[in-house]
């Protein structure tokens, strides 16, 4: 960046409007190494008084350096995330987003943007996240990564290698966005009837639920697993059930369902689909979560 020769207020105006610019960038970045909306925010607001208090004169790349201290700042954050969701009762999900409603989501690649990747995602390191985000999702050469994460390009590629590795083994082949929504809404109505084996039809063998609702009734405190025992239970939720209108959303770029009763979100589901079936639900149920995501469909920018 050229010297700034304009008046302190000019100058300001001029990095508020390269800030804002980037801003959904540098959300998306913090977003997908987070999973918590929130935290993500918090810290794309850290990296706007970092570079408020920068002498911006000497910063050649205004891009480079915001994404270098939102991601430093992400891990950070991400580190002193992992103690805090100890204590979280039951499984953890990560905060799930309306992307339908964000026009800058076309403007990404969409991969890490998943809530099955973004949990995935949860097994790896903070700092093997951020390189996996930043290479995956925004196509940052290996160079770059590794000046952002403070190691050598061999190791970043190791790290981005290892990563895909271990996400690769635990993702299978999708089916197309319709057949993925078609199955999903029909697995939904199914419960809502009450239709065990429907249910457990549409299921692979070896499906798992994880549902979280931190404390929430009617949330199973740990996965379950096998078609037969998720079938039982996604239909002995009977405070969802009854009376409940039933949305297609869309949740993290995929489809969803959100249930909601007289006005108020009871919980919100999606989904992994194979061409066997579905083979994992995430049932968000967690209040605050569901209060996030109705947010994010008022307004959003990933």
């Given at each position: 960046?050229?010297s700034?020769?304009a008046?302190?207020?000019?100058?300001?105006?001029?990095?508020?409007?390269a800030?804002?610019?980037?801003?959904?960038?540098?959300?998306?970045?913090?977003?997908r190494?987070?999973g918590?909306?929130?935290?993500?925010?918090?810290?794309v607001q850290?990296?706007?008084?970092?570079?408020?208090?920068?002498d911006?004169?000497?910063?050649?790349?205004?891009?480079?350096?915001?994404?270098?201290?939102?991601?430093r700042l992400?891990?950070?954050?991400?580190?002193?995330?992992?103690?805090?969701?100890?204590t979280y009762?039951?499984?953890?999900l990560?905060?799930?987003?309306?992307?339908s409603?964000?026009?800058a989501?076309?403007a990404?690649?969409?991969?890490a943007?998943?809530?099955?990747v973004l949990l995935?995602?949860?097994?790896?390191?903070?700092?093997?996240?951020?390189a996996?985000?930043?290479?995956?999702?925004?196509?940052?050469?290996?160079a770059?990564?590794?000046?952002?994460?403070r190691?050598?390009?061999?190791?970043?590629?190791?790290?981005?290698?290892?990563?895909?590795?271990?996400?690769?083994?635990?993702?299978r082949?999708r089916?197309?966005r319709?057949e993925?929504?078609?199955?999903?809404?029909?697995?939904?109505a199914?419960a809502q009837?009450?239709?065990?084996?429907?249910?457990?039809?549409?299921l692979?063998?070896?499906?798992?639920?994880?549902?979280?609702?931190?404390g929430?009734?009617?949330?199973?405190?740990?996965?379950?697993a096998?078609a037969?025992?998720?079938?039982?239970?996604?239909?002995?939720?009977?405070?969802?059930?009854?009376?409940?209108?039933a949305e297609a959303?869309?949740?993290?770029?995929?489809?969803?369902v959100?249930?909601?009763r007289e006005?108020t979100?009871?919980?919100l589901v999606?989904?992994s689909?194979?061409?066997?079936?579905?083979y994992?639900?995430?049932?968000v149920?967690n209040p605050?979560k569901?209060?996030?995501?109705?947010?994010?469909?008022?307004?959003?920018d990933?």
């Open positions: 960046m050229h700034e020769q008046s302190p207020d000019g100058a300001l105006d001029e990095a508020a409007a800030f804002a610019a980037l801003r959904p960038h540098l959300f998306g970045i913090a977003y190494v987070l918590s909306v929130v935290e993500a925010e918090d810290v850290e990296t706007w008084v970092r570079w408020q208090g920068t911006r004169s000497v910063v050649l790349d205004p891009a480079g350096f915001l994404a270098r201290t939102t991601t992400a891990i950070n954050v991400a580190r002193s995330a992992r103690s805090r969701r100890e009762v039951g499984p953890w990560p905060e799930p987003v309306d992307t409603h964000d026009p989501v076309g990404e690649r969409a991969e943007l998943e809530l099955a995935l995602l949860e097994k790896l390191t903070p700092t093997e996240r951020a996996y985000v930043l290479r995956e999702a925004f196509d940052y050469p290996y770059q990564i590794a000046e952002i994460l190691l050598t390009q061999a190791n970043t590629r190791q790290i981005v290698s290892r990563a895909r590795k271990r996400l690769a083994a635990r993702r082949e089916v197309g319709a993925h929504r078609r199955l999903l809404e029909a697995f939904v199914a009837r009450g239709d065990v084996a429907a249910l457990e039809s549409m692979t063998a070896d499906a798992v639920s994880h549902a979280d609702g931190d929430a009734r009617g949330a199973a405190r740990t996965p379950v096998g037969e025992r998720v079938a039982a239970l996604c239909s002995a939720l009977p405070r969802f059930w009854p009376d409940a209108d959303v869309e949740v993290n770029g995929a489809p969803g959100l249930l909601s006005g979100d009871l919980l999606t989904s689909v194979s061409d066997e079936g579905i994992e639900l995430l049932w149920m605050a569901l209060a996030a995501f109705a947010r994010s469909r008022r307004r959003f990933l």
